[in-house]
């Protein structure tokens, strides 16, 4: 089995990483950690040479930060799943294409990605690139929500949640 699992510095990362580690895997899984780095806008764009110089040393400071990410996530899975295979692979440009650019190129089962939810209705949980990715890839998608969102309630008080009549203001 092969699999994609998208990774950045957010705390999604760290319970998507959680998800692997505790559950059994068949033998000789094939991980790939993919983060995607968005570019920043161009020195072009600013006509300034030192714009220049202080974009590049941005971009070399976030692919040393991905690089140490996908180092820690790979010996975590790798300790954790031991019959399993893990590289990891940073990509440029925007994550929703990258994501799914990346498990078509490597012929990727499935895609494990974290969800951070920050939109501003809380019924519509997925953000922008989970969705995106769900919708548009060629293979299964597995969206982990963060374990904060979990709140244990009742099943009562969610099935009144759910079916809580809408009033009409006339």
Known sequence: MKVVVAVDDSPT????VNVICHR??????????????????????YGDDNWSLLLRA?????????EKICSHIHNRIENKV??????????????????????????ADKILIGTKGR????????????????????????????????????LSTRLLMLNKPKVRHS
Not at 13 to 16: A, N, W
Not at 24 to 45: G, M, Q, Y
Not at 119 to 144: D, K, M
């Open 13 to 16: 990362s760290g319970d998507l």
């Open 24 to 45: 059994r895997w068949p033998d000789h899984a094939h991980f790939k950690l993919v983060s995607v780095i968005e570019p920043c806008n161009t020195a072009e764009e």
């Open 58 to 66: 941005v971009d070399k400071r976030r692919i040393g930060n991905a």
């Open 82 to 107: 031991p019959k399993s295979t893990v590289e990891f692979e940073i990509r440029h440009g925007d994550a929703r294409h990258e994501i799914i650019n990346c498990a078509a190129d490597w012929n």
């Open 119 to 154: 939109q501003i209705c809380p019924y519509n949980l997925l953000g922008s690139v989970s969705r995106a990715v769900a919708s548009n890839a060629h293979c299964s998608v597995e969206i982990v929500r963060p374990i904060s969102r979990l709140k244990r309630q009742p």
